[in-house]
Nanobody, 120 residues
Framework: QVQLVESGGGLVQAGGSLRLSCAAS????????MRWYRQAPGKQRELVAD???????YYADSVKGRFTISRDNAKNTVYLQMNSLKPEDTAAYYC??????????????WGQGTQVTVSS
């Protein structure tokens, strides 16, 4: 059983910064990609950023240049540094990761989410 626990959300003014963390725990053999998604009220969940085990990254166009995803493989933790926040970044942010067994089979898991609210 694995668990993803997010932290770091909160209320911030437009132009401010927040850093989200997501720590994985449990019986982990390896973690492939780790991702951050977000879901605003009334909208579909969308991929914000993705990072491979080797450190290659992907960003949604809406956050490119403002958000930075990183990971600490020794701590099984992924981070999302969010700068120049805008009111449209307000959403629940969810961590997602691909966990793999030594057999090579993998499965995805989600965190419980952390709320980010950006005031104008």
């Amino acid at each position: 059983q694995v668990q993803l626990v997010e932290s770091g959300g909160g209320l911030v003014q437009a132009g401010g910064s927040l850093r989200l963390s997501c720590a994985a725990s449990g019986s982990i053999f390896s973690i492939n990609n780790m991702r951050w998604y977000r879901q605003a009220p009334g909208k579909q969940r969308e991929l914000v950023a993705d990072i491979t085990s080797g450190g290659s990254t992907y960003y949604a166009d809406s956050v490119k240049g403002r958000f930075t995803i990183s990971r600490d493989n020794a701590k099984n933790t992924v981070y999302l540094q969010m700068n120049s926040l805008k009111p449209e970044d307000t959403a629940a942010y969810y961590c997602n990761a691909d966990f793999c067994y030594s057999s090579g089979s993998c499965f995805g898991s989600w965190g419980q989410g952390t709320q980010v609210t950006v005031s104008s």
